[in-house]
């Protein structure tokens, strides 16, 4: 649990925990996915020192509700292609675009 939480933030940290492990989540993952949630809440409204851009003005991790996880209609991320292109041993795979590296992938 975040230092400096009061109750409310200790039981959205246990539930966002909980959830998470339902889903299959490590032990781990599921705290860092907490604290990282409990955080951002707690810099949007006012109950840390210090707050990023993104944690003030961004869409609240609530009403987000994983929009942007990568399992969408983007699909993976070029990063993620780049490392199964170096896996196979494309060859190129240093200046190809994400759609290059989708297509020598074979997606």
Same mark, same amino acid.
């Given at each position: 649990?975040? %230092?400096?939480? #009061? ?6 940290? !246990?539930? @966002?925990? &909980?959830? $998470?492990? &339902?889903?299959?989540? %490590?032990?781990?993952? $599921? ?7 409990? #955080? ?13 851009? /993104?944690?003030?003005? &961004?869409?609240?991790? %609530? ?7 990568? %399992?969408?209609?983007? *699909?993976? /991320?070029?990063?993620?292609?780049? #490392? !199964?292109?170096?896996?196979?041993? @494309?060859?190129?795979?240093? /200046?190809?675009?994400?759609?290059? +590296?989708?297509?020598? +992938? *074979?997606?």
């Amino acid at each position: 649990m975040p %230092s400096g939480s #009061n109750a409310k933030r200790e039981r959205q940290y !246990e539930h @966002i925990k &909980d959830s $998470a492990k &339902d889903r299959g989540e %490590s032990d781990k993952r $599921a705290k860092e996915i907490a604290s990282r949630t409990v #955080n951002k809440e707690r810099a949007r409204s006012g109950e840390s020192k210090a707050a990023s851009r /993104t944690s003030t003005r &961004d869409m609240p991790s %609530s009403r987000r509700g994983g929009q942007r996880s990568h %399992s969408g209609a983007q *699909g993976p /991320t070029r990063d993620q292609l780049y #490392n !199964e292109a170096r896996q196979r041993g @494309i060859k190129g795979r240093s /200046t190809m675009s994400k759609a290059q +590296l989708s297509k020598a +992938l *074979g997606r």
